[in-house]
């Protein structure tokens, strides 16, 4: 590998790294390290200086535990971390302005900071005043956070070391920026290096980070999804529009599953752990309009009940409208094609939309046949029968397939007050739920009235 021509290195020992960290990975000494950068041109032959040796190590000699993790004590959060945060790991927690990141960060800080893990908070969107004001209002203003009010990264990470933080969150990852960079804060690359450095730094001091990061609808490029690939997990936090339900999403976790999903609501005093998630998910259902289907999806580790809602009117554009929310467009299109080749329901003169309960991302395909029997129920305009949930995934050929733990599905249903479920032909039957099997959308649409 040739050695970089700049970067940080150790004036005790010659060490060198990419990226800042507080002590030298070789000669172990604190504060060593200063910038370099080598004139030569990168790539160009080096000539016969000797690379100084990198670290070598046992593997008998690497730890073998997994370290202990520390618990936020906020359930919904923990459970997505895969059981709490890892020291010397770093995660970004991204999503919406607005939707509720700091909030959630301070309430986490706070009940670490309780319980006596030494927790830095660098706030470099918000002044102190600011922060103290949203913890106040949270309930926790004494709690023994500290405050790091800087935006120069470097100095953050100096300061965060010098108090021995466990706990380390930066608030947010675009107001930070690394002095002597040449380049707009929160650009791509601030932020790649920021990332760098931030893992170099966790690693390093064995501290657990965790960074906010602000993504757009238009998911664009220069956000943090640039550092997606160096962090160790990466949660996102989504909500409906409107809605009040918030849900955290671990789309990459190192340290847990993925697809763990955990659910608040925003209140007056900040985010609340939903207890019961598929309860607040169908909070909004209602059984007498037309085009409302409810399900059952296996999210991460639990199975959650939510609704489908579609909407179909008659329009005179050549190419109909189809908005979906919640789930892929594509597969809007696909089982609007199989409810007309193999249903007769034909919605090409229709405008649709077709969204899914408390802002949730529908990816299992179990929920297909709920999807299908919305949108058959929103373009007839007749309600589905009451306290009746559908499972299935739906083939092209019009096939209604096995999904899969439908025991668990069917359970969750039940537990919501749901007495009968629309089921692929084979599932086996479930205490407390009469099932009515179907085995393609032809016999499904016929179940549809009752
Ligand atoms: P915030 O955590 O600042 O969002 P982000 O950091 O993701 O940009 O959340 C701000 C929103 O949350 C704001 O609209 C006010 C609302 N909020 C509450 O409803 N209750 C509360 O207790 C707090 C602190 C905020
Ligand atoms: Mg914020």
């Known amino acids: 590998m040739p050695r970089p021509n700049r970067g940080y290195r150790c004036k005790e020992c010659g060490w060198t790294t990419a990226a800042f960290v507080g002590r030298c990975a070789q000669c172990q000494a604190w504060n060593s390290l200063e910038q370099f950068a080598d004139s030569r041109t990168p790539g160009a032959p080096r000539g016969n200086a000797p690379a100084a040796p990198g670290r070598t190590m046992l593997l008998s000699e690497a730890p073998d535990d997994p370290g202990t993790r520390l618990s936020t004590e906020i359930e919904e959060l923990d459970r997505v971390l895969g059981g709490g945060i890892v020291p010397g790991s770093l995660v970004l927690v991204g999503g919406d302005p607005g939707i509720g990141k700091s909030t959630l960060m301070l309430q986490a800080a706070a009940r670490l900071a309780n ?23 949270l309930g926790v203003g004494s709690a023994p956070i500290t405050l790091i009010p800087e935006s120069s990264l470097d100095a953050a990470l100096a300061a965060a070391e010098a108090m021995g933080a466990e706990v380390l969150i930066i608030d947010s990852i675009q107001s930070v920026y690394i002095e002597g960079l040449d380049t707009r804060s929160g650009g791509p690359a601030q932020l790649s290096e920021a990332g760098a450095r931030l893992v170099a730094f966790s690693k390093g001091n064995e501290i657990g980070t965790i960074v906010t990061g602000h993504v757009t609808k238009g998911g664009e490029i220069a ?44 209140t007056g005093q900040g985010l609340q752990s939903v207890e019961n998630p598929s309860s607040a998910l169908l909070q909004t259902h209602d059984a ?31 190419s109909p409208r189809r908005i979906a929310s919640g789930l892929e467009t594509s597969r809007l299109h696909l089982l609007l094609a199989v409810l007309a080749r193999r249903g007769g329901i034909n919605t090409g003169s229709m405008d649709v939309v077709a969204s899914v309960s408390g802002g949730m991302r529908l990816r299992d395909p179990g929920a297909d046949l709920a999807v299908l029997a919305a949108l058959a129920s929103a373009a007839t305009d007749r309600p589905l029968p009451r306290a009746t949930g559908y499972l299935g995934e739906v083939a092209l050929s019009g096939a209604i397939r096995q999904v899969q733990q439908v025991q668990r599905r069917l359970g969750e249903l039940a537990r919501m007050g749901f007495t009968r479920c629309v089921v692929p032909d084979g599932t086996p039957p479930v205490e407390g739920m009469t099932l009515t099997t179907v085995r393609n959308v032809r016999e499904a649409l016929l179940r549809l009235d009752g």
């Open 288 to 318: 007498d309009a037309s085009g409302c289907a409810v399900t059952a999806v296996i999210e991460g580790s639990r199975p959650l009940a939510l609704e489908v809602q579609a909407l179909a009117v008659p329009t005179n554009l050549a």
């Open 115 to 137: 319980r006596g893990t030494r927790v830095a908070y660098v706030c470099g969107e918000e002044s102190p005043r600011q922060v103290r004001m949203r913890a106040n209002r």
């Open 223 to 266: 956000g943090p999804r640039l550092l997606e690939h160096l962090v160790d997990a990466v949660l996102y936090f989504e909500n409906a529009e409107g809605g009040s339900v918030r849900v955290l999403r671990a789309v990459k976790n190192r340290f847990g599953a993925t697809d763990e999903v955990g659910v608040f609501e925003m």
